[in-house]
């Protein structure tokens, strides 16, 4: 059974870079499908960050690509995530979350999903 | 951010039948696969109905999706006290090329 952990600092300074990890178990990162990054806001709802695919491809949101890197380490065990000049707007629950595709195939949506970690931006 | 739009809430006594709409576009909903998840409290979101109208092994048969056009629905029938939670829609965007999320949709069970 996969199942996917997020850990990182909870808490990040106004300007400083937010950086998460995603572990996952139960499956080889390098066997295909996306991985994710994912936050809510009580404010925002949901919020799709961006896609890694196992080759290295990434996709990110347009509102936030200058801003983001994810990444998968050599290992293949986990994947992370990078969030540059962060504000007290980057407050948020991040998730990290598994799908098959991206568009329209029947297999583009997210499962499974991490418990999630709260990240606080404040000085 | 989110532009799919959904009812803030929606609450039917226990039994009823309760639906939740997701308004979209053109290049989203119009165009592709619409998703559906449950966020009950302190937990993460969990996926309901994936490509429109499949139900996930293990998900009851109780729930049910369906889309026209835009526009996308999720019906809850036999409403039970164990389905207060959040709802989300989800749909991959051509235009944003990326995924976008409903607006979310407050279930209350009266």
């Known amino acids: 059974q996969v199942q996917l952990q997020e850990s990182g600092p909870g808490l990040v300074k106004p300007s400083e870079t937010l950086s998460l990890t995603c572990g996952v178990s139960?499956?080889?990162?390098?066997?295909?499908?996306?991985w994710a990054w994912i936050r809510q806001t009580p404010g925002k709802g949901l919020e799709w960050i961006g896609s890694?695919?196992?080759?290295?491809?990434?996709y990110y949101s347009e509102s936030l690509k200058s801003r983001v890197t994810i990444s998968v380490d050599r290992s293949k065990i986990q994947f992370s995530l990078n969030l540059t000049s962060v504000t007290a707007a980057d407050t948020a629950v991040y998730f990290c979350?598994?799908?098959?595709?991206?568009?329209?195939?029947?297999?583009?949506?997210?499962?499974?999903w991490g418990q999630g970690t709260q990240v606080t931006v404040s000085s | 951010q989110s532009i799919l739009t959904q009812p803030p809430s929606v609450s039917g006594a226990p039994r009823q039948r309760v639906t939740i709409s997701c308004s979209g576009s053109?290049?989203?909903?119009?165009?592709?696969?619409v998703n559906w998840y449950q966020q009950l409290p302190g937990k993460p979101p969990k996926v309901l109905i994936y490509y429109d109208d499949v139900l996930p092994s293990g998900v009851s048969g109780r729930f049910s999706g369906s889309k026209s056009g835009t526009s996308a629905s999720l019906a809850i029938s036999g409403l039970q006290s164990e389905d207060e939670a959040d709802y989300y829609c989800?749909?991959?965007?051509?235009?944003?090329?990326?995924?976008?999320f409903g607006t979310g949709t407050k279930v209350t069970v009266l």
């Open positions: 139960g499956y080889s990162l390098s066997s295909g499908y996306y």
């Open positions: 979350a598994r799908h098959g595709s991206l568009a329209a195939d029947g297999t583009n949506y997210f499962d499974p």
């Open positions: 890694i695919y196992p080759d290295g491809t990434t």
């Open positions: 989800a749909a991959w965007d051509d235009g944003l090329n990326g995924f976008v």
């Open positions: 053109s290049s989203n909903i119009g165009k592709n696969a």
